[in-house]
């Protein structure tokens, strides 16, 4: 198990969730899918693609360079495609938002000063 932990995205953690799932290697991480890869618990299908292919990554280096230099270069290519695949996902935050806060506690005092006072008939 402690193979798979050079895969970017796998630590401690998930590595003893895939050991329990018969994901022990990073030739059976490469080779699944990434709705097999999902049955992992804390693993989406999205983030079982990513893995999976930083899996592929670290065998396609592994397999042409025998050297630790290689490792960090398959973990930089592997965050690529996360990184991209996650900004296009997040909303984009909105300007502005603390005098929103400040105007919407303005408008709940105000009402708060209102309800207090009693209306003459």
Known sequence: MSEITEITGIGPV????????????I??????TPKAF????GVSEARALVIIRAAKVLLKT????????????AKNAAKAPAAEKLSAK?????????KDK?????KKSNKKKKSGKKKKK
């Open 38 to 41: 999902a049955v992992v618990p």
């Open 90 to 98: 997040k909303p984009k935050k909105k300007k502005g938002k603390k």
């Open 62 to 73: 592994k397999g042409t360079a025998k050297s630790k230099a290689a490792t960090p270069a």
């Open 14 to 25: 998930l590595a003893a969730a895939c050991g329990k799932n018969g994901y022990t290697t």
């Open 102 to 106: 400040a105007k919407s506690k303005k």
């Open 27 to 32: 030739d059976k991480i490469a080779a699944a």
